[in-house]
């Protein structure tokens, strides 16, 4: 068997903003024996998980289901619509929108990269200057990340695709929505998206190892002309056996039995249950780390991300230290600060599989830990977010 060095009683918190915490019921599903991908019980399975992953996309079009990580989301998105040396315009929100970017230079793409300072969501302003600059419509794809998960900031989509349209422009909008799908409200259909990407590692509350690509109509339109090399990410073969319930390849079959059963535990709750949930859980880690006297990352309240909290560390205090004390003591993994923000801030995930109790631990873990660890902070941190719980409870209750 394989053994993991978690300590051995309760459950290690694995408070990272992906991979999160798979609940139990996904675990068993998964748990099922893994069958013939070309039989009559895998089409019926096919075709459920097609037809409800729409519903968490918000979506009436296809989406592809992949094996892969995100990442091969992103390359699918871009090489099923642009051709070599196509201009793409993104924006630099942070660690992830900087890997997207790698990417598409990588694919043979001439990629603007639109500075941010890792701080702010999409500056759309900007955005929309670019695209009326460009009266010979060169850029053919406008590709922003919804919630930057090295940050916790998240950017209007609604606005991108206005600013889009405004410049009467006919650049495909493309949205990584890796970390907000499922947990963030997102509407793939209602917001004008052509390509949304995600994956299944975060707020679908399932291993890593699926990948989605949710099309527009002039999405797969593009794809009909696009250029750049592809073959394991065709939409077409994929578009032409998804319609019966099967993949062109062998699919990774379990990891399907856990996302019909992670889709049902959705909607079952209901979207905007899941939504609010999030927000609550939010805005109780912000009045934590507001009590603590520690800075929120993201300078813009009306970007704040309800599925993660950067914490930025006060100077002198090493972020990675501070975690690992919490992970040696109380059996926490909490997310680290990627790239530029290395050493600097630490990531409170607050989605999937989650409830009050778990924030309640989840908080208690960072507050312990910054007395150990000797970080300067005032007490207090947890009780201000168990006021704001209780209150949200009581409204609930009152309702
Ligand atoms: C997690 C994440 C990714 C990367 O996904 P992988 O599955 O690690 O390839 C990309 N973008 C965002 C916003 C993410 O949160």
């Known amino acids: 068997m394989l053994k993991l060095t978690h300590k051995s009683r309760g459950r290690h918190f694995l408070q990272i903003p992906g991979p999160t915490n798979v609940p139990d019921r996904v675990l068993k599903a998964i748990d099922n024996p893994t069958i013939d991908h070309r039989g009559p019980e895998f089409q019926t399975i096919g075709k459920k998980v097609l037809s409800d992953i729409r519903k968490i996309f918000q979506t009436e079009g296809p989406v592809i289901i992949y094996g892969a990580s995100g990442t091969g989301a992103w390359e699918a998105a871009l090489v099923n619509t642009l051709s070599p040396g196509d201009k793409v ?173 992670a889709c049902d535990m959705l909607l079952e709750e209901g979207l905007a249950n899941v939504f609010a949930r999030h927000e609550h859980y939010a805005e109780a880690t912000r009045r934590a780390v507001r009590a603590w006297g520690l800075e929120i990352l993201c300078a813009d309240p009306a970007s704040y991300s309800s599925t993660l909290t950067a914490v930025l ?41 989650f409830n009050e109790l778990t924030l309640m631990g989840t908080l208690a873990g960072v507050e312990m830990g910054l007395a150990l660890a000797g970080v300067p902070h005032q007490p207090g941190g947890v009780s201000a977010a168990m006021d704001y719980l209780v209150g949200v409870a009581g409204k609930r209750n009152a309702a």
């Open 313 to 353: 560390m006060p100077p002198g205090h090493d972020a990675d230290k501070f975690r690992k004390i919490v992970l040696d003591n109380f059996d926490m993994s909490l997310g680290t600060g990627l790239a530029k923000l290395a050493g600097k801030v630490f990531r409170i995930g607050h989605l999937g599989d």
């Open 89 to 261: 315009l993104m924006y630099e929100t942070g660690h992830f929108a900087t890997l997207w970017k790698r990417l598409s230079e990588r694919m043979g793409l001439d990629t603007e990269f639109l500075p941010g300072d890792w701080r702010h969501g999409v500056d759309v302003a900007q955005i929309a200057a670019r695209l009326e600059q460009d009266s010979k419509h060169q850029i053919k794809a406008v590709c922003v990340v919804h919630n930057e998960t090295s940050t916790g900031v998240t950017s209007d989509i609604v606005a991108v695709r206005r600013a889009i349209d405004h410049a009467r422009h006919p650049a495909l909008l493309m949205v990584d929505a890796i970390s907000s799908l499922a947990s963030t409200d997102y509407r793939h259909d209602e917001w004008g998206v052509d390509v949304s990407v995600s994956g299944s590692q975060k707020g679908l509350m399932l291993p890593p190892g699926l990948a989605f690509n949710a099309l527009s109509k002039k999405a797969l339109a593009a794809s009909k002309s696009a250029k750049l090399p592809k073959s394991y990410w065709t939409w077409d073969d994929m578009l032409e056996s998804n319609k019966n319930g099967f993949w062109p390849y062998t699919p990774p079959t379990n990891l399907l039995y856990g996302l019909s059963e």
